[in-house]
Each structure stands twice: as C-alpha cells, then as structure tokens.
C-alpha cells in the first residue's frame, strides 16, 4: 500500500482499500490485462500476455460517497520476455451495481490499441473501468501527442515553422510525457536537436505540448500572446514562456520550454528562498498589473459556495475537526460581506510554487490555464495558502515559512499601486487554506497529506483572528471590484 496513505471510510465505496494498495493492484491488474474477453481474436490474446512487475500509483481524485479515480503506472513485462515497458493507465470505481452500464457506453467510443493489452477493461468485482493509455474518457488529442512518429509525420514541421521559421529542420527528437491529469490534460517535453538549412548551424530546443479535454486551450494560447507581446524581456529572460502554436483539431497548445528549477523545489527555510520569493512577488505584480482582455471572471460567489461545501467534506474525513470547522466557516462567510471595494487584476489563478520556474535571473511563471480578472488578494492569498501548506508538509517551522512569506508580502507592495488590506488578504489566505489545501488533500489522498488536515484547520483560524500577519497595510488607489459585482461591472471597471 502507499506509505502513509490514509485510507477514507466510505460506506459507498468499500472497495477503497483495495484500489489504493499497489501491491494488491498489481495483480488485480495482471489479471485483468491478460483476461480473455469475449470476442477476442487469437492476435487479442497472445497480445495480452503480459507480467506486471509494478505498479504506483500516479493520481488519485476522490469525491466522497460518488466515486474514485486513480492512475496508476505499471512496469510491464511481454511475454516472451524480449523487451520491457511502462503502462499507464487510470480506473474509475462507482458505488454498488455502477461501473457496467458505463463500461459499455465507453465500448462505443472510438478506441485505440494501446501499446500491451486492451484499450478498456471492467473489473466487476470492483465496480471499476479501466482505461488504458492512450484512451481517455475525453481527451480526444491523446493519441496523437502519446505517438512519436505521429508527431514528427503530422505536426511537428508546422510547430518547429511557427517556434524558429521555416528554414529550421529536425535532426533528433526524444518524446516523454511529464504530466497526465486523466480526463482534463496532457502534457509531452519534447527534447530536440535541430539544423538551420543551409547554414547548417544546430540548436537544441524544448517544446511542451499540452492537449485539453475542452476548448479552454485556445482562450489559454490567446491570452499567452498578448502577455507575450507585452513583455519587453529577451526570451532568454522572459516572465513566462513562449507560446509556440494551438491545434484546434486536436485542442493542442504549444509552447517553448525554460530552463531552471521550480520554487518548490528549493530550500524554503533557506536564506535564498527570500530572495526568490521577492522576485516571485516582481513576477506576480507584472501579471496582476498586465492589460490583457479575459473572459474568464473570478466568481466571489462561486468561492463561497465551495467554502461551504467544505463542511461535510472535511468534517466526513476529520470527524476531530467538526467542533472548530463549523464556527470558523460561520465567520469566514460573515466577514465576506465587509470585505469591501477591491483591485482588479490579471490573475494567474493557480498561483502555487511548481509554478514559479527560476529562469535566469528571474523567476517566471508558467501554466497560465487559468488566467482570469479579479481581485489580486485572491491570487495572493491562495500562493501563501500554499507556501504555508508546504511549510508543514515538510516540517519547517512556522516563523521560517512567514519569514519568506514578509519578503513576498513587502516587495509585491513596492511593485504595485493599489492597497491590499491586511484584513482582506488574511480573508482570501485563510479562505484558500480550507477551499484548496485541506479539499485537495481530502481529493488526493496523498501521502501525509490527511494527517496535516487538523494543522492547515488551526492555521486557518489563526490567521483568520490576525493572529498569523503576513503583511502590513498600505494605502494606494486602484480601480475597484464591488463585493457581489455582475460580470458586467467588472468589464466596465476594467483590468489594469
């Protein structure tokens, strides 16, 4: 089983346990692979002769009482033994009697052969269907940018046009998939060594390729141009990357890759760290104040909505927690109607720190999936939710983490014209601890991650009494959000 993973009680699901045991997978999983279906040709059953020497799981998404999907990797075997291989696959498990009637409504999909076994398996026994890579449920691109020699014969001729020109041809390529969320997206480095003909001069380049389960893609590539064409930085030093192409036919976004480690992956109660943190805040604040048209709107309703559903969740999964939980929500929702007047800006929308990349000497930033206009303190409060949830992952003691948090707080209000009161932003922190940390750890089921749910709990309520201040007010004009203004009155007011 994975260490330290907590597994949740869910009468509706008691197939849990076993699902999130990679031990026990891997032979669940074996079997299936190799199971005779009916209607299989002799070519069907001697390609499912395969050996699961491991399996890990990859992704977990759980909805209490409804359903759980988990992708797993696993380390394949053929039989005879002339070549080994990974396996990904992701499974879905619904409450009693709930998997067949979606297990044949998935067999009318277009299909595609995996590299080992079948393109889709039912496990009875545990209500489960099984998609094996690269079919997905929705991602209608996964095929392509799963295939090597698809890419190169298909696509990648326009993308190296559009990142270099014309003139730019490939001499080698290596392929791996860096990120695969099933159902939602996608994502592929591709490594390249290119030739400029006729001068014959060679480079080497990143692309990343990113396929969407819906349209969003191309509102993401629009708006990465027109930051882009707002950036005044070499390439080389840029605040974001570059973005390369979008394929609507098969909702493909392309961008340049850059170079340099993320934030998370840094020594935060390191001295350095505040220094990266300020330069983080510049990033941010060049975001926030960038004039770009977005159709996407943050929703202060929406957010209220999933604090209180936050109730149930988390009381289901931390019964300990209920007698805190209850007035701290109650209070949380009172101070929302005093929040006031607030900024509007460009937000990036999921500000968290594997998305900050120290790129040069900057940090920039990357997936912009949801870039949208609304208050700044909301992308501010959700990133320090997030430094603070890290800090407790690892372990690292509360002044170091706010120490980073101060040197992120002081130079963000150096670099932008508008206030952001104290009161406010500690609404949006503490808000963001519940609505994103302790959800996604309740979601995920990480490892460690359900024990820390009473601590992300108590922090909340400390900094939702001001007794965790990660900043000092300061006074500045802004053009102004409207607590419960229509999207209408934020196009009015405007982005700035």
């Not at 990465?224 to 707002?230: D, G, I, S, V």
């Not at 939710?385 to 170091?400: H, M």
Request: proline share 6%; net charge positive.
């Amino acid at each position: 089983m994975t260490p330290s993973l907590e597994i949740p009680h869910d009468n509706k699901l008691p197939q849990m346990a076993v699902i999130l045991d990679e031990v026990n997978m891997r032979g669940v999983l074996e079997d299936a692979l190799n199971a005779e279906a009916p209607g299989d040709t002799p070519a069907d059953v001697e390609c499912s002769r395969l050996r699961v020497r491991h399996c890990k799981i990859e992704w977990i998404k759980y909805k209490p009482d409804s359903k759980c999907t988990v992708c797993y990797r696993l380390a394949i075997d053929p039989l005879p033994p002339d070549s080994q291989g990974e396996l990904i696959l992701y499974g879905r498990i619904y409450a009693a009697g709930g998997a067949l009637s979606r297990f044949r409504r998935a067999q009318s999909a277009c299909l595609v052969r995996p590299r080992f076994g079948r393109p889709l398996l039912h496990l009875p026994e545990l209500d489960m269907v099984v998609w094996v890579f690269p079919n997905d449920r929705k991602l209608t691109g996964l095929s392509l940018i799963a295939d090597e020699r698809r890419l190169k014969d298909e696509l990648l001729g326009e993308v190296l046009g559009k990142a270099l020109g014309r003139e730019w041809q490939l001499v080698d390529m290596t392929h791996d998939i860096v990120h695969y969320v099933p159902e939602h997206t996608c994502t592929v480095r591709l490594q390249l060594q290119v030739q400029q003909v006729p001068i014959g001069d060679r480079r080497s380049l990143t692309l990343y390729g990113k396929t969407y389960y819906d349209d969003e893609g191309a509102e993401t590539y629009r708006i990465m141009r027109e930051l882009w064409a707002l950036e005044s930085g070499s390439h080389t030093q840029s605040r974001m990357a570059q973005p390369v192409m979008y394929d609507s036919g098969h909702r493909l976004l392309w961008q340049a890759g850059l170079a340099g480690a993320t934030l998370r992956d840094q020594d935060l109660s390191g001295s350095h760290f505040c220094t990266l943190m300020r330069e983080a805040a510049v990033t941010v604040a060049w975001l926030h104040r960038s004039r770009v048209s977005c159709s996407r709107l943050f929703s202060f309703d929406d957010w209220l909505v999933k604090l209180e559903e936050m109730r149930p969740v988390l009381a289901q999964a931390r019964p300990s927690c209920r007698e805190r939980l209850a007035p701290l929500i109650d209070r949380l929702r009172s101070q929302a109607e005093s929040l006031g007047e607030q900024p509007v800006a460009t937000l990036h929308g999921d500000l968290h720190l594997n998305n900050f990349v120290e790129h040069g000497t900057k940090i920039a930033l990357i997936d912009m999936d949801n870039v949208s206009s609304g208050p700044p303190a909301r992308d501010i409060g959700s990133f320090i939710a997030g430094v603070f949830y890290q800090g407790l992952l690892r372990g690292i003691a509360e002044r170091v983490i706010q120490r980073a948090v101060t040197a992120f707080c002081d130079q963000y209000e150096r670099s932008v014209p508008w206030q952001t009161p104290r009161s406010v932003l500690n609404w949006y922190i503490a808000t963001s601890l519940l609505t994103e940390r302790a959800r996604r750890s309740v979601m995920r089921l990480k490892s460690g991650r359900l024990n820390i749910l009473d601590d992300l709990i108590d922090l909340a309520g400390r900094v939702e009494s001001g007794a965790t201040r990660p900043r000092k007010p300061r006074a500045a004009g802004a053009p102004v959000l409207r607590r419960g203004a229509s999207p209408v009155s934020v196009r009015r007011t405007g982005s700035i």
